[in-house]
């Protein structure tokens, strides 16, 4: 049973407008969440985190939103551009290790 | 060289072959991980090192035999495979294992099972 979920398997937003990627999870014990983005022919690359202490966590265009209580959090990216299509991994962690469970990832095009 | 490598970077391989994936970072980290993604799933974890030190080993058949010699490198040694086996084997690393720590990855090998 997969314990963090990215529903939609891609999203197409018009470059200059706001991306909002979302990702559900299960396990009520994750505390502390990762978004990965991964280009074709490269591995993923580190984008942005957030601990469940925290409800937000900003990072220029990229801001991460939390909601414990509905098991859910978000990846906003505004203004979109053209370079940020790519496929966007949510993944979570539990305890102080880095054992990180992954979503399936969902592609964002943006367009020009 | 930056980052982190992996070589090959496609491998096709008989049901009855011996090979081995290779992944080596030049960052100085002393964690190192094995990912396998295949088609329609999501990333999964093999196998976690630390100093050497083999940390996790998430329930991965024998027939996936991952080792490090050094912080700097770690293999994966592959025999008698199936063609569900085939997918995209993913090197990571990180300075260390706090789940703080970010994880650098590699650009994959690209497995086929024959």
């Known amino acids: 049973d997969q314990q963090v979920k990215q529903n939609s398997p891609s999203l197409s937003v018009q470059e200059g407008r706001i991306s909002i990627l979302n990702c559900d999870y299960t396990n009520s014990m994750f505390d502390y969440f990762l978004w990965y983005k991964k280009y074709p022919a490269e591995g993923p690359t580190f984008l942005i985190s957030i601990s469940s202490i925290k409800d937000k966590n900003e990072d220029g265009r990229f801001t991460v939103f939390l909601n414990k209580s509905a098991k859910h959090l978000s990846l906003h990216i505004v203004p979109s551009q053209p370079g940020d299509s790519a496929v966007y991994f949510c993944a979570a962690t539990t305890g102080a290790n880095s054992k990180l469970t992954f979503g399936k990832g969902i592609t964002l095009s943006v367009r020009p | 060289e930056t980052g982190v490598t992996q070589t090959p970077r496609h491998l096709v391989m008989g049901m009855t072959n011996k090979k081995s994936l290779k992944c080596e970072q030049h960052l100085g980290h002393n964690a190192m991980y094995w990912y396998k993604q295949s088609a329609k799933k999501p990333l999964e974890l093999m196998f976690v090192?630390?100093?050497?030190?083999?940390?996790e080993n998430n329930s991965v058949p024998s027939r996936f035999s991952p080792e490090c010699p050094n912080s700097s490198h770690l293999f994966l040694h592959l025999h008698t495979l199936q063609p569900e086996d085939s997918a995209l084997y993913l090197c990571?690393?990180?300075?260390?294992?706090?789940?703080?720590?970010?994880?650098?990855f590699g650009p994959g090998t690209r497995l086929t099972v024959l």
């Open positions: 990571a690393s990180s300075q260390d294992i706090r789940r703080t720590d970010t994880q650098y």
């Open positions: 090192y630390s100093l050497e030190e083999r940390v």
